[in-house]
Structure formats: structure tokens, C-alpha cells
């Protein structure tokens, strides 16, 4: 049994690190490792079904060009955030729920975190079983009826429960395997592209994209896509680097999944999605002779976005059905694992109630359907850029907190954790919302960058007029351990 004792506001104490896997205890420096040895954890996450997708869009929105430089810029913001985040994680030893009780929230308001990783991480496990349902569609020439969804999500469903609750060792110690077979299998459709089918690479590289006018209209298409990930891919980041061992390590730990997601996935997405494209549309003529040139062209369009999976089946049949399988369900037990315990630290936060978090996997997976329900993958680009503006914002808070109000300094004996931090809370709600109101009213399509910007410039001039302590308490250690008591509770992504 390995245990640690904590500042207050950490909610841990004496705990099982077996049982927690340091949820709600800061990391002991004999367990902590160097950044390359995490970096395939963030590797892992950026090579998933719904970023091939998210890639795959950009190039055919903005042209390879413009999508290339998109990527590097987003992947350069992505390692910014990444490392500056990952430096306080890195102090506390905390997730990045849990870190944001020291920097920028305080104790209760780090539900309204919580609620943002949820609401992020179950809308990627609801988009990444739709990915997979409409690939087994496809796979099996199946109607998409209600009885056919009923089943196949119910079948999914219950197969994420099961590996969250009983089988997340074992994805999380197959991760490595079968992140190398998923980056094997796509290059064995680039091979199959231009290799046996002759396509021309060089096509795929001058391709200009489909959004009319000039640089402007392309470039802003493209980083209102992919730049909204940059939170997302920090946040997750984040969760790691309270295993990192040095500094050091948090950088390299922090440019690992932004790269991969931005850059590489960038260029594999585009040799397989553009190049690929006349095989798609091929092989949807040859399996409906009512379509039309136009119309099978349309529908390999849709694709891209809405059945990413779909290049898998029809350059790679069976291996490549069962690779986005394998694949995703390491993935998706990560999710509904992860959003389990965001719901479980929501509730816990709010009420100091300790559900379990068997029952959270089941509320988070019931919350995954209702997104599907909803809609998601067809407003998947709606959903990417409102995530982006309450994950920036939340972004924008804690690094403003920690370096511009704090310095940059923590000491785990003398820092005290408010229960509110009404700062942090207002500018939260304002700068979101901002980011939000721009893009829903078509007046900014990049509100989620003004939302990052505004929280850093609002929220120093709020901590001025509302100090430490205004219209609060803080939380005392007592009151910490003895919230910290139950088993499960707190952060989300606990893994590496």
C-alpha cells in the first residue's frame, strides 16, 4: 500500500495508490517517470478514430497547404498550453480537475472544470461509437434502422461499461500495441493508394481545398476545426505530467500528443482522405448503381467527417474493421473510465456526496447516447468549436492564476485552497460565453481564441477587486481528508 499526505484542498490523504491510481493524491516522487515513457499515453489519445477524422476535415475544408500550416501552428499553441498547464500539474502532482482547486477555481468551484472534462470527454466517447457505428454499417451493408441501432450502440454500450469497470488494465497495457498496428494499417492503405492504385501524390499536395476566396477564408476554416482540439489535447496532457519526474520532462511530455494530432495525423489524414477519395467513390457506385458521379462524390465527402471508419473498411476490409475496433475500444474505455470520474468529482464537489464510480460509468455511457441522439457527429464542428471556448477559457483562468497572479510560486505548506474562487468563476462564464456568442452569431468564427485571450486579460483585474478569501472560505485539511475519503473520487484521466 503506497500512500502520501497532502496540502489542503487536495482532498487526499492516507489512500491506496492501488485503488486510486492517484486520483486525489499527489503523485510520490518514486513513482514518477520521464516524459518519454508518458508520451505514449497522449500519442495514444491523438491517434484516435474521431482526430483522423478532425485531420482528414481540415485539408478538405482549407487545401494541404494551408491545413499543413494550420496543424503546425495549432500543434505549436497545443505544446504552449501543454507545457504550461503541465508545470502545475507537475508542482501539485494532481490531475488537471483536481489541480484546478489550487489555480484558478478553489475546491467547489472546480466542479464547473469537472463539468467541462465531462462534457468533453463523454461527447468524444458519443462521437467515437458513432464513427464505429456507421463503419459497421458500412461494413456489413446494414439499414440504419432503429432495431440496427438499438443494437449495435447497445452492444457498444455495454462493451465500454464492462472495460471501464473490469478491463482498463488491460487496454490501457495494450495502448502501445495497438496505437503501432492502427499507424501500421494506415500506412498500409497509403501504400495501397499510391503504390498499387497509382494515385499521385503530388495531387494530394497541391490540393487547394473546397472553401472559396482567398488565404483568409481557408485558413480561418481550418483553425475553426483543428484549434479548438488545442484545450482538449492540453487538458489530457495535463493529466500526465503529475508523473513527470523534471521539468524537462514535462516539455517533452507536452509536445508529444499536440505533434502527433496536429502534424503527423495532419499528413497521413490527407494521403488517406484525399488521395483515397476516387476509390471511395468507386466502390460507393459499384454498391448502389443508382448513384450518380456527383452523388457518390457527395457521399465520400460526408465521410470524412460523419464515417471516418469507412476508409478503413474499403481499403482495408476485415483488418481494417477490426483495427478501428481494437483501436477505439482502448480509446473508449479511457473515456468512459475518465468520465466517470469527472461525474463522480462533479457530484462530490457540488453535494459531498461519493457515488460510485461503477455507477458513473453507467450515467456517463447513458449521457454518450443521449449525445448521439442529439445529433452530435452531424454539428460535430459546433460541438469542437463550443468545447473549445469552455476548454480555452478554463485554460486561460489557471495559467493566469499560476503566472501572472502567482508568479509562478507553490508551496504545498503554506498554499491555501479557497472553496470558491469567485474570480476564476466569473471570468470563466464571461469569456466562454464571449467565444460563444461570436461564433454563434457568425460574427467571429475563432471565438474560442478570444475567449483563451480574454480570460488571461480579464482574470487579473477581477483578482484584484475580489482577493483570496472574498465571499468564501477555505478548505481546511481536515475537511480535505475527510472528503477525500471513498474510493474513486475525484479527478478523471488517472493513467499513464
Request: charged share 10%.
Amino acid at each position: 500500500m503506497s500512500s502520501t499526505t497532502n496540502p489542503p484542498g487536495s482532498t487526499g490523504s492516507t489512500l491506496s495508490a492501488a485503488a486510486e491510481d492517484h486520483a486525489l493524491v499527489s503523485v510520490p516522487a518514486a513513482e514518477r517517470r520521464s516524459g518519454h515513457q508518458l508520451a505514449l499515453s497522449p500519442v495514444s489519445v491523438a491517434t484516435a478514430l474521431v482526430v483522423f477524422a478532425i485531420a482528414g476535415f481540415t485539408v478538405v475544408l482549407a487545401g494541404f497547404t494551408v491545413g499543413l500550416v494550420v496543424g503546425a501552428l495549432v500543434a505549436a499553441f497545443g505544446v504552449f498550453l501543454g507545457r504550461a498547464l503541465g508545470r502545475m500539474a507537475f508542482e501539485t502532482g494532481m490531475s488537471s480537475t483536481i489541480t484546478s482547486r489550487f489555480f484558478g477555481f478553489g475546491l467547489r468551484g472546480s466542479s464547473i472544470g469537472s463539468a467541462i472534462f465531462a462534457f468533453m470527454i463523454l461527447g468524444f466517447l458519443a462521437m467515437e461509437s458513432a464513427l464505429l457505428y456507421q463503419g459497421t454499417l458500412l461494413m456489413f451493408d446494414l439499414p440504419d434502422s432503429w432495431a440496427i441501432r438499438v443494437l449495435l450502440y447497445g452492444l457498444m454500450t455495454l462493451l465500454w461499461i464492462g472495460l471501464a469497470v473490469f478491463g482498463l488494465k488491460l487496454a490501457l497495457r495494450a495502448s502501445g500495441v495497438l496505437t503501432a498496428v492502427t499507424l501500421l494499417v494506415t500506412i498500409y492503405m497509403i501504400i495501397h493508394i499510391y503504390v498499387i492504385e497509382g494515385a499521385d501524390p503530388m495531387g494530394v499536395f497541391r490540393y487547394a481545398g473546397v472553401v472559396p476566396g482567398g488565404l483568409w477564408p481557408k485558413f480561418e476554416a481550418a483553425v475553426s476545426v483543428m484549434g479548438a482540439t488545442a484545450g482538449t489535447i492540453a487538458l489530457v496532457t495535463t493529466d500526465f505530467a503529475r508523473y513527470c519526474r523534471t521539468r524537462r520532462d514535462v516539455t517533452v511530455l507536452a509536445a508529444a500528443g499536440p505533434v502527433t494530432q496536429n502534424v503527423l495525423m495532419t499528413v497521413l489524414g490527407s494521403l488517406v482522405v484525399i488521395g483515397g477519395m476516387p476509390d471511395v467513390v468507386t466502390y460507393l457506385m459499384d454498391h448502389d448503381k443508382n448513384l450518380t458521379p456527383e452523388a457518390a462524390g457527395a457521399a465520400g465527402s460526408d465521410f470524412v467527417m460523419q464515417n471516418t471508419g469507412a476508409f478503413f473498411v474499403i481499403f482495408a476490409a476485415w483488418l481494417g474493421f477490426v483495427t478501428i475496433y481494437a483501436a477505439q475500444a482502448k480509446a473508449q474505455a479511457i473515456n468512459a473510465y475518465s468520465g466517470s470520474l469527472s461525474l463522480v468529482n462533479l457530484v462530490d464537489a457540488l453535494t459531498g456526496r461519493k457515488p460510485g464510480r461503477a455507477a458513473m460509468v453507467v450515467v456517463g455511457n447513458v449521457i454518450a447516447l443521449v449525445m448521439i441522439g442529439a445529433g452530435i457527429l452531424e454539428k460535430f464542428s459546433t460541438y469542437l468549436a463550443y468545447l473549445g471556448a469552455m476548454t480555452l477559457g478554463m485554460c486561460g483562468v489557471m495559467i493566469a492564476d499560476y503566472y501572472l497572479v502567482r508568479r509562478a510560486r507553490y508551496d504545498s505548506r503554506t498554499h491555501r485552497v479557497e472553496k470558491w474562487n469567485w474570480a476564476g468563476v466569473i471570468t470563466l462564464a464571461v469569456s466562454a460565453s464571449i467565444g460563444m456568442v461570436l461564433m454563434a452569431t457568425d460574427v467571429f468564427a475563432l471565438g474560442f481564441l478570444v475567449s483563451f485571450v480574454a480570460a488571461l486579460l480579464l482574470y487579473p483585474l477581477l483578482r484584484k477587486w475580489l482577493p483570496e478569501g472574498t465571499g468564501t472560505s477555505f478548505a481546511a485539511s481536515e475537511e480535505a481528508v475527510e472528503e477525500a475519503e471513498g474510493e474513486d473520487i475525484g479527478g478523471h484521466q488517472d493513467h499513464a
